[in-house]
């Protein structure tokens, strides 16, 4: 677990410290189906060893994909061992993660996401396969100074804007345009003053660090306006719980400076779109399985379990790549990983092996996922496929060391692919679930309703007409 996220042993302890800091407010925090975060707020002069032990009630009707109004009330009952103080709050306030029960059976509620996370990472002891799961999210963001978003019967469209982006070369500003930005596809490593945003991503880093994270490095990405900020691997729930914090942090501290973020995989044309490469590694009683003597260093076990990810792949995009923006970056051509093969070097396979000195470095780097994921659901899952791989020792065939995107056609032709829309990820979810099934990890309702609620955005998404519609078809 990150080293610096507040660790407490029972609830009793958990309130001597809320009384010792003079806490004020308990941010209960949970994640619906879509991977938001919601909150309620509890006053700290509310919360006794009763309430920790029993949960907060709240309308479950209210989050998306969950309860029917007849039938709503849930429980968010708190996980004392990860608590963070609020640094974005003006009365102290600390942040604590919580589970979702169905106050009816006093069992976690089989469409919590964070419970999903953690009955996954039960069953990977009970699966024999291992005792331990490892991932480590690498999410990719845009800046912007604004964004104006318009959907109206008679008006479509959007535009954003900012100081980085190459289409402000001309632009006359008050203080003087410095001509200094990054080219399009040329933001990777730039030094200051063509990277604008070191420090307000220094700050990201820091607010992290003191929320708990155990963080790495930042840096600019490909793209003018884009980032990436590093922490450091941890288990999958904690790992989940990690990237959560990390969006709360990019989003607000980005807002303190007037600024917005987004993780949308593809919200600029014609230019590179931000993914969430994850790195996964299993181990078993300390050691891990993943270090062999087969290609670049790994074992059966990794290849078989990269064997899953590519035969679950099309299932797995619609946890992975849930909006229908993911689909505008996974095409050829932009370093966007579309072919489902595996290699130690290319960065145009969908299953990457990072070069590692130590057996204990050895994974694979999944990198057809975005941060639009629910992380807790995109982690289990490619849990659960990678399981699958090895259980049922599905090889995924010889590397692809050459890059791919220069394949002669009828060669690529024989790549599979991932899906190319949110719509095809979704019914190849509902074909190819039973993976998901064992061990009462998804539930079939849970997937059921995850599907349904997605849908909407498809049909949405289908049914709204386009600006390059008209731009293609209006004088027809």
């Known amino acids: ?84 103080l609020d ?26 996401p964070r419970s999903i996370a953690k009955a996954a990472e039960s069953y990977i002891k009970t699966s024999g396969v291992g005792d331990t799961a490892y991932f480590g999210p690498e999410a990719e963001f845009f800046i ?10 008679n008006h479509v469209g959007f535009q954003i804007d900012s100081e980085e982006g190459p289409y402000n070369s001309g632009r006359t500003y008050d203080t003087g345009n410095m ?41 600019h990405e490909v793209a003018p306006s884009q980032c990436e900020l590093g922490i450091v691997y941890s288990t999958l729930t904690n ?52 270090a062999g003597d087969s290609y670049a260093g790994l074992s059966d076990t990794a290849l078989f379990y990269i064997g899953g990810i590519i035969k679950h792949a099309k299932a797995l995009n619609a946890f992975t790549n849930p909006a229908t923006n993911s689909y505008k970056r996974l095409v050829p051509g932009y370093e966007a990983p579309v072919l489902l093969a595996y290699s130690a070097r290319n960065r145009s396979a969908s299953c990457r092996i990072p070069h590692s000195t130590s057996d204990k470095g050895k994974r694979v780097e999944v990198r ?3 941060a639009c994921a629910n992380p807790y659901l995109a982690f289990a899952a490619m849990l659960m496929a990678g399981i699958d791989g090895i259980e049922n020792k599905i090889h995924p065939g010889e590397a692809m060391d050459k890059d791919l995107y220069a394949l002669p056609a009828d060669e690529l032709a024989q790549i599979p692919t991932v899906c190319r829309s949110l719509r095809e990820a979704l019914e190849s979810l509902k074909a190819d679930h039973a993976f998901l099934l064992k061990g009462d990890v998804f539930s079939a309702d849970m997937i059921e309703s995850y599907i349904g609620l997605k849908m909407k955005e498809v049909e949405l998404y289908e049914t709204m007409p386009h600006p390059a519609e008209f731009y293609m078809y209006y004088s027809s």
């Not at 042993?9 to 925090?29: G, H, P, R, V, W």
Request: proline share 6%.
């Open 1 to 84: 677990m990150s080293a610096n996220i507040l660790k407490f042993k029972n609830e009793t302890e958990s309130l001597k410290f809320i009384a010792d800091q003079e806490i004020q407010f308990i941010d209960m925090n949970f994640t619906d189906l879509l991977g938001k975060w919601q909150h309620t707020t509890e006053h700290a002069s509310t919360l006794d060893d009763y309430k920790l032990k029993r949960g907060v009630f709240f309308d479950g009707s209210s989050i998306a994909g969950w309860r029917d109004v007849d039938n709503s009330d849930m429980v968010l009952r708190p996980d004392i061992t990860k608590v963070a």
């Open 87 to 112: 640094p974005f709050a003006a009365q102290k306030t600390v942040k604590i993660f919580c589970d979702v029960y169905d106050p009816e059976t006093d069992e976690p509620y089989n469409r919590d």
């Open 144 to 153: 912007f100074d604004d964004v104006k978003i318009n959907m109206d019967q």
């Open 179 to 219: 001509g200094h930005r990054p080219k399009p596809k040329g933001g990777y490593f730039p030094e200051a003053p063509i990277d604008s945003l070191s420090d307000i991503r220094g700050e990201m880093l820091t607010v992290m660090q003191d929320m708990g994270l155990s963080v790495e490095k930042h840096h």
């Open 239 to 290: 790992g989940a719980d990690d990237i959560q914090i990390y969006k709360h942090v990019v989003h607000n501290v980005a807002n303190s400076y007037g600024k917005t973020a987004t993780f949308m995989p593809k919200p600029v044309f014609g230019d590179n779109g931000s993914g969430m490469h994850v790195h996964q590694s299993i181990w078993k009683g300390g050691k891990p399985l993943f």
């Open 368 to 370: 057809f996922p975005d």
